[in-house]
């Protein structure tokens, strides 16, 4: 396989990394410590088409394919892990099942205020009783004739207290997923507890709660019951985001390291002139590297229309490790100094954690890429 980037592919990143190093960076701890999203950035996300990534032109999107999606995500982790965990929860997920499963008319009626960023989007499937099996949750849609009644709790919903519109997955029987657009304000659809997390502070995550919420026809997205292999799909693209996104985590860590590395002098030379420093920066850009190529074969092969499920499971599984393990040795390369909050890899640190988890959890990643590998064999 070969492939090489566009001149256009490279002038979005570049617009993107500008942005990121002169908006972003200089703001990101203060965002962090304030530990809500800045809403006030928003338009200027849109205003570069960052809140519609992949939206086709004809819904006021960017159009983008995968590959320079993926070059977008890892600018914006690099910049910051919360604003980037945000626009992948909106673009990925909420967005990304639109995309997969809505019809002409719905992507008429929600993507475009979507993609000129009125108000972010979210995606609520995980629930406090079910996490990795997703099939098996709690929450209900009642059909009642003229439409259908949403009741339940969901869990660890990021821009749960933030979203002007959600796609929501519940059960519309027993073990049958159904997915339904709802727009905030809807009776009964309010947020839930916000939580404290290790990291990504400047990210919202909350639970959506659902109280006799109704809903008409036209908000089911896809067939009733037939939502589960529509959510597979969207997590399938949104493993690439993930990866991406981690692959600039670790990235970020990584030059801080090294800068500080070129700086820092002991025993009368830079510590970057001993073995052991030189051998941890050596093994964490070599990963990185390595992450990056494994993220952008996935989204190679998602824009050739080829299957891709497990490329992203890999891709996924490599880069958020790849980038904790590069934040961790970052830290270690700053010494005390790391531990501070005066560095940003503390913050890195935490927030690579989370990629570890979201869009299915490091296990599993084993076990898709697994099973998959048992069947080829056997």
Known sequence: MEFRYRDDQLLVRDTVRDFVRTRIVPNA????????????????????????LAVPAQYGGAGLDMVTVALVMEELGAGDGSIALTLAAHNSLCIGHLLVAANEAQKRRWLPPLARGEHLGAWALTEPGSGTDAIAVQS???????????????QFITNAALAGFVVVNVASAP???????????????????????MGLHASDTSQLV???????APDLIGGEGEAFNDVKKV????????????????RA???????????????GRPIAEFEMIQW??????????????????????????????????????FASEAASRAANE????LGGYGYLRDYPVERHLRDARLMEIGEGTSEVQRIIIARDLAAQTA
């Open 330 to 333: 970052s830290l270690q390369v």
């Open 280 to 317: 941890k920066l050596a093994l964490a850009r070599t990963e990185l590297d390595a992450a990056r190529l494994l993220v952008h074969r996935a989204a190679w092969l998602a824009d050739r229309a080829e299957s891709f499920s497990i490329a992203a499971s890999k891709a996924k599984l």
């Open 29 to 52: 701890d203060r965002w962090n410590e304030a530990g809500t999203f800045p809403l006030e950035l928003l338009p200027e996300l849109a205003s570069l088409g960052l809140t519609g």
């Open 140 to 154: 209900r849609a009642q059909n009642v004739g003229e439409g259908y009644v949403l009741n339940g709790t969901k």
């Open 175 to 197: 073990r049958k997923l159904s997915a339904f657009g709802v727009q905030r304000g809807t009776a009964g659809f309010r947020p839930g507890k916000t939580e404290r997390k």
């Open 235 to 250: 997590l399938d693209r949104g493993r690439i985001g993930i990866g991406a996104l981690a692959v600039g985590l670790g």
């Open 210 to 216: 659902m109280e006799d919420v109704r809903v008409g």
């Open 253 to 267: 860590s990584l030059e801080t390291a090294t800068a500080y590395a070129r700086e820092r002098k002991q025993f």
